[in-house]
Every structure is written in structure tokens, then in C-alpha cells.
């Protein structure tokens, strides 16, 4: 009996690990270096007592579009995180973060498609004196049917630099 016990919990922990290597996480994992991010003004420019900032994200070829992923929707949720930038470790859960908005794209829209998945967006949050040091970080949620994954945080990088700080 015990070792019938032992083969069901193997089965079971084999079961576990292999739902767990969807092949949608490699891609994903490959298409986060590869996301393009615009940010003007760069460094933020505070104007009043508000942060305002223009951000484009071009959403990586490597991840769209898959004919098996066209009803997937991704969602790039972008972060202000008061604090030096050079204790920032990926995909680290941060302190004190601030929602400043977001992006939302639908494989399908892409689907056999010759259109680059790209959108701009006029950003803001209201400026507090803690935030003058800063930065921007952005997490993934992919939704598909019955998956729905969360990778983060990751930096904003804006030609190639870490977009940081608030001036006036």
C-alpha cells in the first residue's frame, strides 16, 4: 500500500512539473529583452505639482503573433518606483510602486498581419517630493483562456538607458 502511495505522488509531482513547461513561458522569457520603449521627455520632466511623459512600446516580434495565440492578450503595466535604480533586481517585487498606466495587446489583432504592434500613450501621476529619484519598471500579464501568467518587474529602457529620475 505504502508503495502504491509513493508511484501516485510521483505521478502526481511529474504531472505538476510538466504542466508548469507550457512552451508560452520560453517565448515569453525570450520576447522581455526584446521589447522597445520610448520615453519623452527622458529624464521625467515634473510640471506642477504633476509628472507627465509620452511612452511608446513596441510589443517584440518574437511573441506576436502566433496563429495557437491569437485570442492571448498582453498587458505591459508601467511603474514610477521612488528609489535608486542601481538596487533595482528583476524580477524582484518593489516597494512603493505607482501605477502610471498601461498597455493592452490582442494577438488576434495581429494575426497574419504586416502591421508593427505599437501604441503611445500620454502618461501622468501627481508628483510628491520622495519620487524626484526614480524610475520606471514595467510587468507582463499574458491571459489566454485558462493560462494567466505575471513576469516582472522589468526597467523601462529608453535607447538603451534606464529611464530614472524627476527634473523640473
Same mark, same amino acid.
Given at each position: 500500500?505504502?508503495? !502504491? ?12 512539473? %510538466? ?11 525570450? @520576447? ?8 519623452? =521627455? ?6 506642477? !505639482?504633476?509628472? %507627465? ?6 510589443? @517584440? ?21 521612488? *528609489? ?11 516597494? *512603493? ?19 508593427? =504592434?505599437?501604441?503611445?500613450? %500620454? ?10 529619484? *526614480? ?26 538607458? @534606464?529611464? %530614472?529620475?524627476?527634473?523640473?
Amino acid at each position: 500500500m505504502k508503495q !502504491n502511495a509513493k508511484y501516485w505522488l510521483l505521478l502526481f509531482a511529474l504531472i505538476a512539473i %510538466t504542466s508548469c513547461s507550457n512552451p508560452m513561458y520560453g517565448r515569453i522569457a525570450k @520576447a522581455i529583452k526584446q521589447q522597445e520603449f520610448t520615453v519623452t =521627455p527622458h529624464p521625467l520632466k515634473r510640471t506642477g !505639482n504633476e509628472v %507627465t511623459f509620452t511612452m511608446s512600446v513596441t510589443v @517584440a516580434q518574437s511573441l506576436l503573433p502566433f496563429s495557437s495565440m491569437a485570442d492571448t492578450e498582453y498587458i505591459f503595466d508601467v511603474m514610477y518606483v521612488p *528609489g535608486d535604480v542601481t538596487k533595482f533586481v528583476e524580477r524582484m517585487r518593489l516597494e *512603493g510602486e505607482i501605477q502610471v498606466g498601461s498597455f493592452s495587446f490582442k494577438g488576434k489583432d495581429y494575426l497574419d498581419s504586416k502591421k508593427t =504592434p505599437t501604441q503611445t500613450k %500620454t502618461m501622468r501621476f501627481d508628483y510628491q517630493e520622495k519620487y524626484q529619484k *526614480g524610475y520606471l519598471v514595467y510587468y507582463l500579464f499574458v491571459h489566454k483562456s485558462h493560462l494567466n501568467k505575471r513576469v516582472g518587474p522589468y526597467l523601462v529602457t529608453s535607447n538603451g538607458k @534606464a529611464v %530614472t529620475g524627476i527634473i523640473e
